[in-house]
């Protein structure tokens, strides 16, 4: 065998091999880069790589449509028969496997059950649950995987953040707040009641409305829990996705319907070079049952 040639070989790697599969399935360039969680130009530049350490060309970019060449077309079969054998090693191992999904109150449903149990039944690995107040400083500190995020939200350099759907919102009080008298708010009137607001991980605050009206009087609190007593003692009133009246049964609070509300966004925020193929795996579950919200 040619030293030089064997030389070459040893440079291709399993994401040369994955790239390659990927973008000859799809054939196209921009539909591969989604499916691998990269960028469109980093995929170009690991197929040309690919390509220049095998000194062959294996797809044709002259057309409208990427196709392989023949050299590619025989290429491939070997391609994904190694990249098979590799999915079945891993499957053998995969049940020890976990996705760490973090949340900071109520997941959504019954989106969540839908989307795990499509994942761990077609996987074979495990999602891990985890509450915690700040699932974006979890993400950052790489305690988390991906994150289930509501309301708008900067998102941390680096990551990537996924739209599933949007939450009607509702207005909720005390039992023994005024509010209990309306048969609705409106969301222009909130400004005229003390707002208690979760500042951490909360979906409303001051920042949802316009400056000249926003609510003039504030209560802060720093997670759900303390969001939720703080309503309940009638500190003040809160707004909230509605998903939080059929999953919140405090005997203390009472909720309204609230008129001409934007809705609350859910996403999904992760760092691509975090378990790969787990979350693009984790996102084929996610985003359709998304769609049946």
């Known amino acids: 065998m040619d030293a030089g040639k064997g030389a070459k070989s040893m440079e291709v790697e399993l994401r040369h091999l994955r790239a390659f599969a990927s973008?000859?399935?799809?054939?196209?360039?921009?539909?591969?880069?989604?499916?691998?969680?990269?960028?469109?130009?980093?995929?170009?530049?690991?197929?040309?790589?690919?390509?220049g350490n095998l000194s062959v060309r294996l797809l044709d970019r002259s057309s409208r449509h990427v196709e392989l060449t023949d050299t590619g077309a025989e290429f491939l079969l070997h391609a994904e028969r190694v990249l098979a054998t590799l999915d079945e090693a891993l499957a053998v191992v995969s049940h020890r496997i976990t996705l760490r999904l973090g949340f900071s109150w109520l997941l959504p449903d019954p989106w969540t059950q839908q989307t795990v149990s499509l994942f761990e039944e077609t996987t074979g690995a495990t999602v891990a649950l985890t509450r915690t107040d700040d699932p974006l400083q979890a993400l950052r500190q790489r305690t988390l995987d991906i994150a289930v995020i509501r309301g708008e939200f900067d998102t941390p350099r680096g990551a990537r953040a996924v739209h599933l759907f949007d939450e009607p919102r509702i207005a909720v009080c005390s039992e023994h707040s005024d509010l209990t008298r309306f048969d609705h708010l409106d969301w222009t009137d909130v400004q005229h009641w003390t707002l208690v607001v979760n500042t951490v991980s909360g979906t409303t605050g001051p920042w949802s409305w316009p400056v000249d009206q926003r609510p003039e009087r504030i209560i802060e609190t720093a997670n759900y829990d303390e969001w939720l007593e703080t309503v309940a003692a009638n500190r003040g009133i809160g707004v909230v996705p509605e998903v939080a009246q059929?999953?919140?049964?405090?005997?203390?609070?009472?909720?309204?319907?609230?008129a001409d509300a934007p809705a609350s966004p859910v996403s999904l925020v992760y760092f691509p070079d975090a378990q790969r193929t787990l979350i693009r795996r984790f996102l084929e579950a996610a985003v359709p049952a998304a769609t049946r919200q």
């Open 23 to 51: 973008v000859a399935r799809h054939r196209s360039f921009s539909r591969a880069a989604e499916e691998l969680l990269i960028t469109q130009p980093a995929l170009s530049r690991t197929v040309a790589q690919l390509e």
């Open 246 to 258: 059929r999953r919140s049964p405090h005997p203390a609070l009472r909720f309204v319907p609230l």
